[in-house]
């Protein structure tokens, strides 16, 4: 039958994504099985999992995304793999593994916290930052790494302004990033369990160092407070273990978001020299090149949602406790919503993509990520005359990050002649 796993195209393995979207594979999908199973093998040591349904069209993902009620983000959690049933109860703390109402009551407390006039201060901080990290690239020769020179400090600091977590710790947030949103990748190595098992980067033992500086960055916070997002939820009415997950969701999420989109943006404007031109010349409004630029490379790939009961989508059965996944990168290029999906359009207009995803759970701090995509291209546009690359990029082994992890390019000032 046309959409079990064995005769499907396979979008799981999460070495596929290190040579970049898959869009062939998601078209095939998207024409033919809509829903479609897929299988979960061991890959790169992790253990097998039962299947899940893969949604790549559109209107399946909104759909899903939207019906918390049908599709739970608790029963399961939101990763493809099934946590450790031991783990859930710890995990489902997260908002963002949680249904409505719990989760109204949570997003509700924190959304206080992301004020648009407390974000919009931080917009002249980022701004200064771009400045400074894109003018040493151009100094500097102009031929650089931008993941290593640029993008990964511009979100790293910009987070750790937003949070209120002193300049001096970002290391230790990158590395705590790196251990959850890397965990597939060969260059961050599992941790293993005593019988050589990969342990799950999201089980409370991987995280006790992390929460621990939360609870100690929150009492200081208390007694030294000040205009940061950890201010208002160290002051608040969030328990210790909401407040715990909060930090983990912000400094994940929060960092990672930027980290991916903004070097994504910058590499899909060097393959389309033209579209560049365009935005650097002013002919594109840039608000709405960054949603463009959003479209075509979304920060995250996939999620996951649980069947809460027996329901039928797109024509297939889907029975109660079934993984239901829904593919963002895919739905961002369905022929049926984005006309001629595959070419970058910095002027597309209407553009609904689901990078920031949709429904009770669409992402908390899009405005923030928004404002400093913005913020980055803006102080490109002024610093360089073109963006080119000089080489392919290094993309992570992962299929729920869409992360660049070099991006060798060219920058060329405006007064600098060709070579």
């Known amino acids: 039958m046309v959409g079990d796993a064995s005769d499907v195209p396979d979008v799981f393995d999460p070495r596929i994504y290190a040579a970049g979207i898959p869009h062939d594979r998601f078209r095939a999908l998207r024409d033919l099985a809509p829903v479609a199973r897929q299988e979960e093998p061991e890959i790169l040591g992790w253990p097998a999992g039962p299947g899940f349904w893969a949604v790549t069209r559109h209107a399946d993902v909104v759909r899903v995304l939207k019906d918390s009620g049908t599709y739970s983000s608790c029963l399961g ?8 049933p031991a783990d859930l109860p710890f995990i489902r703390r997260m908002m963002l593994n949680q249904d409505p109402p719990l989760h109204g009551r949570l997003r ?5 916290a992301f004020t648009p006039g407390r974000i919009e201060r931080f917009g002249a901080t980022a701004r200064e930052r771009a400045r400074t990290l894109i003018g040493a690239a151009v100094a500097d020769g102009g031929e650089t790494d931008l993941v290593r020179t640029v993008t990964d400090d511009y979100a790293l600091l910009n987070l750790t302004d937003l949070l209120g977590v002193p300049a001096s710790d970002r290391g ?19 941790v293993l369990d005593a019988e050589g098992r990969p342990v799950n980067p999201r089980s409370p033992a991987m995280l006790a160092e992390m929460f621990a500086y939360a609870q100690d960055l929150a009492a200081y916070k208390r007694e030294h407070p000040a205009d940061d997002i950890m201010t208002s939820l160290a002051t608040s009415e969030l328990a210790d273990a909401e407040l715990e997950m909060f930090f983990f969701l912000l400094t994940v999420a929060g960092n990672d978001t930027v980290r991916s989109a903004a070097p994504g943006g910058l590499l899909a404007l060097a393959e389309h020299p033209d579209e560049q031109r365009r935005l650097w010349t002013g002919q594109a409004v840039m608000d709405t090149a960054v949603d463009e630029l959003l479209r075509v490379h979304p920060p995250v790939l996939s999620f996951r949602r649980t069947a809460a009961h027996d329901t039928e989508l797109a024509g297939r059965p889907i029975r109660r406790g079934d993984k239901v996944v829904v593919f963002h990168a895919s739905a961002n290029h369905d022929e049926r919503v984005f006309p001629d999906p595959h070419r970058l359009d910095l002027g597309r207009t209407p553009n609904p993509h689901v990078s920031f995803g949709d429904g009770p759970h669409v992402c908390l701090g899009a405005h923030f990520a928004r404002l400093q995509l913005r913020v980055l291209h803006e102080e490109m546009r002024l610093a360089c005359d073109s963006l080119e690359l000089t080489g392919p990029p ?23 002649p060709p070579a």
Do not use: C, M
């Not at 992570?396 to 000032?413: A, C, D, Q, T, Y």
């Open 172 to 190: 230790l947030l990158h590395a705590w990033t790196e251990r959850v949103i890397a965990y597939q990748d060969p260059d961050e190595p599992p």
């Open 394 to 416: 290094r993309r992570l082994v992962s299929n729920f990050i869409n992360g660049v992890k070099s991006l060798p390019v060219r920058l060329r000032e405006p007064s600098a």
């Open 77 to 84: 959690a939101t990763q493809i793999r099934d946590p450790d």
């Open 108 to 112: 509700r407390l924190v959304s206080r």
